[in-house]
């Protein structure tokens, strides 16, 4: 009997699996006697032709009518055109000419003149930072700052300190 169970859920104890097996098919079989029926409730399908709004319908039609018209006559236009080609101006030569092609050559000289003055700089580099400025700056503002601050001790120690280092710097400079 045991060898012809077979489980959802293996195990190793033939008899304990069996068990397990019965009582999950028992809980599956209340499950189902619990189980209460469902009727389906829902109001029956209405056809189409009874929900049909005339009216609306009408103005559609009308619509696709007048867009159908309209199509076949642009379309008996553009046939009579492709049917009778232009007599007599067959020498005639058209250029081709763009209508933003002023813009593009602005455009195009702005660029270039950008790329000149580019090269140019790249060309001669200047120093454009002047060290003795900065340091010039640099003491007008630690004067600034012991002429605020309560403890001038500390700003002024820094103001002699750089004034010292100034006239040093100066020193080499004038060796050079």
């Given at each position: 009997m045991y060898n012809l169970h077979?489980?959802?859920?293996?195990?190793?104890?033939?008899?304990?699996?069996?068990?397990f097996d019965k009582r999950y098919q028992d809980a599956h079989l209340k499950a189902l006697a619990?189980?209460?029926?469902?009727?389906?409730?829902t109001a029956p399908r209405t056809f189409q032709i009874i929900n049909l709004n005339s009216k609306k319908d009408r103005i559609e039609k009308e619509n696709l009518k007048r867009i159908t018209q309209e199509n076949n006559r642009l379309l008996k236009r553009m046939h009579e055109i492709q049917k009778h080609s232009i007599i007599g101006n067959e020498n005639?030569?058209?250029?081709?000419?763009?209508?933003?092609e002023e813009q593009r050559l602005k455009e195009v000289k702005r660029v270039t003149q950008e790329n000149k003055e580019i090269i140019k700089r790249l060309k001669n580099p200047k120093n454009s930072y002047n060290r003795a400025k900065w340091e010039n700056?640099?003491?007008n503002t630690l004067t600034y700052m012991t002429n605020i601050s309560k403890f001038t001790l500390y700003h002024q120690k820094s103001v002699s300190k750089k004034k010292n280092q100034l006239t040093e710097d100066?020193?080499?400079r004038e060796k050079k």
């Open positions: 077979y489980s959802v859920k293996p195990c190793q104890n033939k008899p304990l699996q069996y068990k619990k189980m209460k029926s469902t009727v389906d409730t005639d030569q058209y250029l081709e000419k763009s209508l933003n700056d640099w003491m100066e020193k080499w």
